[in-house]
């Protein structure tokens, strides 16, 4: 049972009897505490985002999820990194189009391209024809999505790769990288430069972004996890705005 009494025009004081014994509890305390939690679980990264997501209105961004058909990625366990990443780039595609950008994905199935042509083993000229959908497209930002794999268990965290060279790449990578960082912790790694193929053949920003290690038991079992791949999207998604509104970012590591 309970007593409410009021206090003041701004609340109340809640009386709970709780096994004959009564517990005070500020009434204006428990009513924040309670709106918080309903705000947290009503409203996303996105949508607090949404004032400063004009920024992608028109913007055709190309999403191009890693490996598919006969080539799966990286396995651990029942995780399989084409599948894994296919599911990220749909999330993307949604937040994208809520605010108002034109994503493109280069493949929306498990092994046909967008162009119609089959995944193959033959990685270079399906790297090529990824990279030229996106041309194709006049895509303004190319992003492929990857998850990595290495054989000492103990690495762990989402990380971007930018064409070496790239002035433009290299600040897309930052920009979504400090958002994994900010979002995803804990992780401390920074944007990285390489030589990719995928990148060097794309005409515009690229980047790779790798989304965790399957080879780190806690890392896969928070990629097994629906909500956590939406966070992922929802980070890319934040990094994008970053680098339209120019924020500043870390610097990449050398």
């Excluded at 009564?22 to 009434?27: A, D, E, K, S």
């Excluded at 270079?124 to 992003?143: C, H, K, P, T, V």
Aim: aromatic letters at 8%.
């Amino acid at each position: 049972m309970k007593r409410v009494l009021p206090v003041g025009r701004h609340g109340c004081v809640v009386f709970i009897t709780l096994h004959r014994r009564q517990v005070y509890l500020p009434f204006l305390l428990t009513l924040a505490i309670a709106s918080v939690y309903a705000l947290s679980r009503q409203y996303s990264v996105p949508a607090m985002l949404v004032a400063q997501a004009d920024v992608l209105q028109k913007r055709v961004i190309a999403v191009d999820p890693g490996h598919g058909g006969p080539d799966p990625g990286a396995r651990r366990g029942g995780l399989v990194e084409k599948e894994l990443v296919l599911d990220i780039a749909f999330r993307l595609e949604k937040l994208l189009k809520e605010a108002g950008a034109e994503p493109l994905l280069t493949r929306r199935t498990d092994d046909e391209l967008a162009d119609g042509h089959q995944i193959t083993t033959d990685k270079g000229d399906e790297l090529s024809r990824r990279a030229e959908i996106a041309n194709r497209a006049n895509a303004q930002i190319f992003l492929s999505v990857h998850a990595n794999a290495f054989p000492e268990e103990r690495w762990f965290g989402a990380q971007v790769f930018y064409q070496r060279g790239s002035v433009e790449g290299k600040r897309l990578a930052e920009a979504i990288q400090a958002e994994l960082v900010r979002l995803l912790p804990p992780n401390r790694r920074r944007a990285l430069a390489g030589d990719f193929r995928v990148l060097r053949e794309a005409k515009m920003p690229a980047v790779i972004v790798e989304v965790g290690f399957l080879s780190n038991p806690q890392e896969a079992a928070r990629l097994a996890d629906p909500g956590y791949r939406q966070r992922l999207a929802e980070a890319i998604f934040s990094g994008l705005i970053r680098y339209y509104r120019g924020l500043p970012s870390p610097p990449a590591a050398s």
